[in-house]
T-cell receptor, first 115, second 111 residues
Framework: GAGVSQSPRYKVAKRGQDVALRCDPI?????LFWYQQALGQGPEFLTY????????KSGLPSDRFFAERPEGSVSTLKIQRTQQEDSAVYLC?????????????FGPGTRLTVT | QKEVEQNSGPLSVPEGAIASLNCTYS??????FFWYRQYSGKSPELIMS????GDKEDGRFTAQLNKASQYVSLLIRDSQPSDSATYLC???????????FGKGTRLSVIA
């Protein structure tokens, strides 16, 4: 594809439900990042993959959050037992380079609303 | 904790004026600095990068970096209503770790 895609674009979940958010990075991009952006805030780092290896998951807010990238391309961010404070836009970005380089390719985000 | 501070605004400037956006950061090891523009409901878009002390100009945008003061700024000359957006500062922390974003400054350019 031409860019990073994410699905679904919008998700409404009832508190306690599990959700899965998908990210399709640009083909060939080895690095993939997940960020969480609450309303009125900047993006907060969640986790980072290089190929299929999850190199940094220090930003995951709790053990209810889990991310995977089993074949080094598509990634899924799973949130178990969703809470209202999980309501945010979840952004995925991919890159050819190491994480210290500016991220040029963000996906459109998934807006999660937990009711 | 690596922190990035930005005035949340809103910063209102008249069309044609210079908008000045400021950012301070705590990680002295940061080497690379990025400015993103984010329109409401859209994803961040990389607009400027700066790596050395001093000024870097790109069209109507100028980034300024002072590592000793741990300060980076973005100037937008001849501001246009289409520049109205949130501007995010993102230093690259030391240790090859992912970007840390500030909360952003909301800019409103009044026609």
């Amino acid at each position: 594809g031409a860019g990073v895609s994410q699905s679904p674009r919008y998700k409404v979940a009832k508190r306690g439900q599990d959700v899965a958010l998908r990210c399709d990075p640009i083909s060939g991009h080895v690095s993939l990042f997940w960020y969480q952006q609450a309303l009125g805030q900047g993006p907060e780092f969640l986790t980072y993959f290089q190929n299929e290896a999850q190199l940094d998951k220090s930003g995951l807010p709790s053990d209810r959050f889990f991310a995977e990238r089993p074949e080094g391309s598509v990634s899924t961010l799973k949130i178990q037992r969703t809470q209202q404070e999980d309501s945010a836009v979840y952004l995925c970005a991919s890159s050819l380079a190491d994480p210290g380089v500016g991220l040029e390719y963000f996906g459109p985000g998934t807006r999660l609303t937990v009711t | 904790q690596k922190e990035v501070e930005q005035n949340s605004g809103p910063l209102s400037v008249p069309e044609g004026a210079i908008a000045s956006l400021n950012c301070t950061y705590s990680d002295r090891g940061s080497q690379s600095f990025f400015w993103y523009r984010q329109y409401s409901g859209k994803s961040p878009e990389l607009i400027m990068s700066i790596y050395s002390n001093g000024d870097k100009e790109d069209g109507r945008f100028t980034a300024q970096l002072n590592k000793a003061s741990q300060y980076v700024s973005l100037l937008i000359r001849d501001s246009q209503p289409s520049d109205s957006a949130t501007y995010l500062c993102a230093p690259s922390p030391s240790g090859n770790t992912p970007l840390v974003f500030g909360k952003g400054t909301r800019l409103s350019v009044i026609a």
